[in-house]
């Protein structure tokens, strides 16, 4: 990631313990969105990493299988469905996680709230309380370098109630994603305020 960013800066809200799980989902507006989960659990959180790919990327882009990427076809429910009971599956050893883009394919930088699809609505219904939920969000510049820069915000694990439909927790889990997208563009290659240089 070094040679890609001319910096990386992060703000970190969340630390994950020696046995968390966790659940990370992140806005997808980058085309290194896909390595970012790697670099994110080798350097940041120490966990055991699985993420969501979109079966089409799969197929192009290989390697990814290699790092802990599994496939999900968005155009076929049921396909959909066994890719999410396998996420879970995948949560159950002690120090686990998860990357999930619930927009579902790279969307264009948008000062707008992401739209997400349900599946990761369906995930918060369906696990143990005790996994943890924490919204991430990506954003890369070029104001003072040709090299772009990149800000990672990661915020705090969320509590929710579980018994609000997959359309409101959706747009709950959006709104946390945007805070986070506001709160970065407000500062990002100007005063960088709350965030570390890494």
Known sequence: MRRRFKNIFIKQDYKADTDAKTVYYINHNLWWDGLLPLYLSRNVFHQTARAFMEDKQMHKHRFF???????INLSDPRSTLRSLRFAIDSLKKPNSSLYIY??????????SKPEFKNGLAWLYQNTDREIDFVPIAFYSHAFRESKPELYINIGAALTIDRSLSKSELTTEFEKKVHQLLIETRDVAGFSDEGFKKI
């Open 65 to 71: 299988s290699k790092i802990g990427a599994f496939s």
């Open 102 to 111: 619930p927009e579902g394919e790279i969307t264009p930088v948008s000062a």
